[in-house]
């Protein structure tokens, strides 16, 4: 079946501006996840979001991320005033419901951002 | 602090040698432990997972790991290597009770040579 989706692959943005940035969970999963890969900091967590709970942000490293989640489905992480240091890949990733929490998470193909 | 460490960032090995990756863990409690592959643009992809039980877990492409829980480790392991394992590891850790979050380590780049 189709996995989890990204959309764009990549973006190139002038420092300043805002980006939105898109993830199709795989269909029926509930749980949904965003990281961020870069050089410097390795994969790091930013939000994650459970059916109809309150998301947790702890993660999002500044006031000019966010996220949210539509219809419990698709998923839109704003990155505001870009700065060059956000420029890395951007991975949403999407887990079954389960109170047990042993389910893996899978993986979307990443948005490559570009802060110029 | 939690945290996980892979403590090489590369390693080298011969096509039908074994391999290893290591990784350790600094997380309270009983966490459940992961280890994902990522091949060059593409995501991450599911290898095998430690939830509770056998030591010895097995998972895709016959790679197996270990959970030694008196070393907090959680070492990456193929009998055999083949040229196209060569990709980069993640070890994760998923706390209990902290929502679902991982903590990656910094990753491992495994080159196997013909």
């Known amino acids: 079946g189709a996995g989890v989706s990204q959309s764009p692959s990549n973006k190139v943005t002038e420092k300043g501006k805002d980006v939105e940035l898109r993830c199709d969970p795989i269909s029926g999963h509930t749980a949904l996840y965003w990281y961020r890969q870069s050089l410097g900091q390795g994969l790091e967590f930013l939000i994650y979001f459970q059916g109809n709970s309150a998301p947790d942000k702890s993660g999002l490293p500044s006031d000019r991320f966010s996220a949210e989640r539509t219809g419990g489905s698709v998923s839109t992480l704003t990155i505001q005033r870009t700065q060059q240091e956000d420029s890395a890949v951007y991975l949403c990733a999407s887990s079954p419901a389960g109170t047990s929490g042993s389910y893996e998470q899978y993986f979307g193909p990443g948005t490559r951002l570009t802060v110029t | ?114």
Do not use: M
């Open chain 2, 1 to 114: 602090a939690q945290s996980v460490a892979q403590p090489e960032d590369q390693v080298n090995v011969a096509e039908g040698n074994p391999l290893t990756v290591k990784c350790t863990y600094s997380v309270s409690g009983n966490p459940y432990l992961f280890w994902y592959v990522q091949y060059p643009n593409r995501g991450l992809q599911f290898l095998l997972k430690y939830i509770t039980g056998d030591n010895l877990v097995k998972g895709s492409y016959g790679f197996e790991a270990e959970f030694n829980k008196s070393q907090t480790s959680f070492h990456l392991k193929k009998p055999s290597a083949l040229v196209s394992d060569s990709a980069l590891y993640f070890c994760a850790v998923r706390p209990i009770n902290q929502g679902g979050k991982l903590i990656f380590g910094q990753g491992t780049e495994l080159s196997v040579k013909p």
